[in-house]
């Protein structure tokens, strides 16, 4: 795929890290919520949340405040999404549990941490919910980024990342091996119609055309470490935020035969 490019201005970003990585050795931990969650979020209606919905609606919460454009618009980009919910459901289902309720799914979606960001927030402008394994932080960026170049004013409200149950953490096993570090968290980006930086985006083969350049400063994901692209794209953001008129970061992922790549430019002073 030929690259394309948009422009863009980077309003927000932040990273919520759940607790400690999972290890190959020990296998499963349960995410660790940040200490000051219930300060930030209002957990009334909490008991049927699951933990990437929490870290979504916390990050939301700290930095969505109101004052949105019409065009404002909810990406997520996950791989196992609410997957712990959607089990936890169907488990009481099979057991005959007399305690299940409609309420673990209140807004009849399975994708539930996009609808709870938009509705605990007000915002009009749509919500996706987006699965690409592990290139999802690049297809959430380009989604986002097609929102804010097709509306002006427009704000993408950008949330990349999991939290991870028993299951979620065997299927990653099961397709890149043990010595995979698994990292709960999610980043979140708010990216604004603007001209602060180009963005180019690319899939396929010739995608890593994009991380050649010499200016450029290479974040990718290595196979053998980190699985979670949150943390990677928060690298990316946080090294364009830094960057001079002209300079570039990229990030370039490959799993298996597929690759995908971003470069951002800045184009005027921070």
């Not at 422009?7 to 890290?17: G, N, P, W």
């Not at 930086?197 to 290479?218: H, K, N, P, Y």
């Not at 830094?242 to 971003?262: E, H, K, N, P, T």
Request: glycine residues 8%; contains cysteine; proline residues 4%.
């Amino acid at each position: 795929m030929a690259a394309v490019r948009f422009e863009f201005s980077l309003r927000a970003l932040d990273l919520c890290r759940l607790g400690s990585s999972l290890s190959a050795v020990d296998g499963h931990v349960q995410p660790q919520l940040p200490t000051d969650f219930a300060e930030v979020v209002d957990i009334r209606g909490d008991r049927y949340r699951d933990g990437f919905a929490r870290a979504c609606l916390y990050l939301a919460n700290r930095h969505i405040n109101g004052s949105e454009p019409a065009a404002a618009t909810v990406v997520v980009g996950t791989q196992y999404g609410n997957l712990e919910a959607m089990l936890r459901f169907q488990r009481q289902a099979l057991a005959a549990d007399k305690m299940i309720s409609a309420q673990q799914f209140p807004h009849a979606t399975t994708s539930s941490a996009s609808t709870f960001v938009n509705i605990d927030k007000k915002l009009t402008g749509g919500n996706a919910t987006l699965n690409s394994g592990t290139l999802t932080p690049v297809a959430a960026l380009l989604h986002a980024l097609l929102h804010v170049q097709t509306h002006n004013p427009a704000r993408s409200h950008v949330f990349v990342g999991d939290a991870y149950c028993a299951e979620a953490v065997d299927d990653i096993r099961k397709q890149a091996g043990p010595s995979r570090r698994i990292t709960p968290g999610v980043c979140y980006t708010a990216l604004n119609s603007g001209s602060e930086f180009q963005a180019e985006v690319s899939f396929g083969d010739t995608a890593f055309d994009l991380c050649s350049a010499s200016a450029t400063r290479l974040c990718g994901i290595d196979p053998a470490e980190e699985h979670n692209g949150a943390f990677a794209l928060h690298a990316l953001l946080l090294s364009a935020q830094a960057l001079d008129v002209g300079g570039c970061a990229s990030l370039g992922i490959q799993f298996g035969a597929r690759r995908a790549a971003v470069r951002l430019t800045r184009l005027i002073p921070a």
